[in-house]
């Protein structure tokens, strides 16, 4: 998805990837990027993760944009719930 969005802009984009196991770390990396002012443009996230999930992350990352502690940063959250639920309803 993101790279065929990527080939449509016709736009060669130079990506540094930062890799989060949870939302804690995600938010760990935006909270240390920002301290050496580093811009961080977009975080890509999994709703089920286990210790702070996707939209737990967003709510605090949106709430952080809001006060103007941080400048604003494209979420994007995933999920394969909707997969499991299908699965489960085609195995009933």
Same mark, same amino acid.
Do not use: C, W
């Given at each position: 998805? =993101?790279?065929?969005?990527?080939?449509?802009?016709?736009? /060669?984009?130079?990506?540094?990837?930062?890799? !989060? #196991?949870?939302?804690?770390?995600?938010?760990? !990396?935006? /909270?240390?990027?920002?301290?050496? #002012? =580093? +811009?961080? #443009? !977009?975080?890509?996230?999994?709703?089920?993760?286990?210790?702070?999930?996707?939209? +737990?992350?967003?709510?605090?990352? /949106?709430?952080?944009?809001?006060?103007?502690?941080?400048?604003?940063?494209?979420?994007?959250?995933?999920? !394969?719930?909707?997969?499991? =639920?299908?699965?489960?309803?085609?195995?009933?």
């Amino acid at each position: 998805m =993101i790279t065929a969005e990527l080939k449509s802009m016709n736009k /060669y984009v130079d990506l540094k990837i930062i890799e !989060a #196991n949870d939302g804690l770390e995600s938010l760990l !990396a935006l /909270y240390l990027a920002n301290k050496m #002012n =580093i +811009q961080i #443009n !977009a975080i890509i996230s999994d709703e089920t993760m286990p210790f702070i999930s996707g939209s +737990q992350s967003s709510h605090i990352i /949106y709430d952080l944009f809001s006060r103007g502690v941080i400048s604003k940063v494209n979420m994007f959250i995933s999920t !394969a719930l909707h997969v499991v =639920i299908q699965m489960v309803s085609i195995l009933k």
